[in-house]
């Protein structure tokens, strides 16, 4: 199976450039997963709930979303991207999922960063875990990642490979994922993207830097601080092996019972 992110720069409100980009990286590469940043197709810093209702839209009947079918059809790729959702009077900082066959499912952020509280409304459908064939693929975004419990989840669903949507700012994440993919014995890629942007005197400069891991913690592929794709071949197989020794299994050996607090 071969897997691969796209890491570029977002122009904040230009949806149609962004998307084109996306649709352009496409072209380069073959892939039968490819994973964007979070919100890709609107950019980042938010400063009213009027930009936010300009941008979002609902999935997965909106532009973005029915574009992005379009494309996984036309090209036969499954792809998770991260975008504003608008869903009744609520928005959702959500990463879609989407192949050749059409819409797939939604992941809303359940862990907002910083002032994304301020616009948007936390996850409220849970870390689910989709099979396609291929792999099990599980969803989470940027933020997520601080919280063990988010890999660990999808890892117990079942989940195969962690997408990871990401607009970071902080320089922790990336070593951090090499242990949430060793420890649960998963693959992760985490999408990151470009640029700085700037909005009524907030600044926020994303940090590059996406990565592939394996299940056994190791960085299959990384981009530096620039525009492109990348994919490599895995064995999802391999996320299946939960044992570090022979008398040592990550998830049989769990001692659940200790663990509430």
């Known amino acids: 199976m071969q897997v691969g992110f796209i890491q570029f720069k977002v122009f904040f409100g230009q949806k149609k450039e962004n998307i084109e980009k996306v649709a352009e990286f496409i072209l380069k590469k073959k892939a039968d997963l490819l994973v964007l940043p979070e919100l890709f197709n609107s950019g980042y810093l938010f400063c009213s709930l009027r930009e936010l209702h300009a941008l979002a839209e609902p999935v997965p009947d909106g532009m973005t979303s029915r574009t992005l079918i379009q494309l996984a ?3 036969h790729v499954f792809i998770v991207a991260g975008l504003p959702e608008r869903a009744g009077m609520n928005y959702y ?3 879609i999922l989407v192949g050749p066959n059409g819409f797939i499912g939604c992941y809303r952020k359940i862990h907002l960063f910083d002032t994304e509280k301020k616009w948007f409304t936390p996850g409220d459908n849970g870390f689910a875990v989709f099979d396609i064939g291929m792999a099990k693929i599980g969803m989470m975004i940027c933020f997520d990642w601080i919280f063990p419990e988010a890999a660990r989840t ?3 669903k079942g989940a195969d490979i962690i ?3 990401s607009n ?3 320089p922790w994440c990336q070593k951090a994922m090499l242990t949430r993919s060793l420890e649960n014995a998963v693959y992760s890629i985490t999408a990151n993207r470009i640029g700085t942007e700037h909005n009524e005197g907030a ?6 830097h996406s990565q592939i891991v394996s299940p056994k913690g190791e960085v299959l592929a990384a981009a530096a601080h620039d525009e492109k794709i990348i994919t490599v071949d895995i ?4 996320a299946r092996d939960k044992k570090i020794t022979p008398n040592n299994d ?3 050996d769990r001692r659940s019972e200790f663990y509430e607090i």
């Open 154 to 156: 999808l890892a117990l």
């Open 163 to 165: 997408c990871h949507p």
């Open 235 to 238: 064995d999802p197989v391999l």
């Open 168 to 170: 970071l700012v902080l």
């Open 73 to 75: 059809r036309d090209h």
């Open 93 to 95: 900082n959500s990463a």
């Open 203 to 208: 600044t926020l400069t994303f940090t590059g």
């Open 250 to 252: 990550r998830f049989a």
